[in-house]
């Protein structure tokens, strides 16, 4: 009933920009926000960045402020995640996620509705 679709992965230099693109499909009614999360290899998956889907507010990890830029555009259901000043450890297997749980919009718990990822790769 909701599919997310990434796109936008790819090969980059440090240094560089990317930009990520998570296509909805389905049910957006009573959705809270919108989430990207990766998972680096070998690691965890850790949140990046979150919005909501209805509104402004919006929220993102400290290892990417400053970097990152989450937006959305509700008429085509997208969200975007504008990657600036790319480092390799931001090399990840990016996903995003739909919350249709509460405001907690960093937590993992709270998305229930996963894309299939999307792979970034940050050379040095």
């Known amino acids: 009933q909701v599919q997310l679709v990434e796109s936008g992965g790819g090969l980059v230099q440090a240094g560089g920009s990317l930009r990520l693109s998570c296509a909805v499909s389905g049910r957006t009614f009573n959705m809270y926000t919108m989430g990207w999360f990766r998972q680096p290899p070998g690691k965890e998956r850790e949140f990046v960045a979150a919005?909501?889907?209805?509104?402004?507010?919006?929220a993102s990890a400290d290892s990417v402020k400053g970097r990152f830029t989450i937006s959305r555009d509700n008429a085509k259901n997208t969200v975007f995640l504008q990657m600036n000043s790319l480092k390799p450890e931001d090399t990840a297997v990016y996903y995003c996620?739909?919350?249709?749980?509460?405001?907690?919009?960093?937590?993992?718990?709270?998305?229930?509705?996963w894309g299939q990822g999307t792979q970034v790769t940050v050379s040095s």
């Open positions: 996620a739909a919350n249709f749980a509460g405001w907690g919009m960093s937590r993992m718990g709270n998305y229930a509705y």
């Open positions: 919005i909501a889907w209805s509104g402004s507010n919006s």
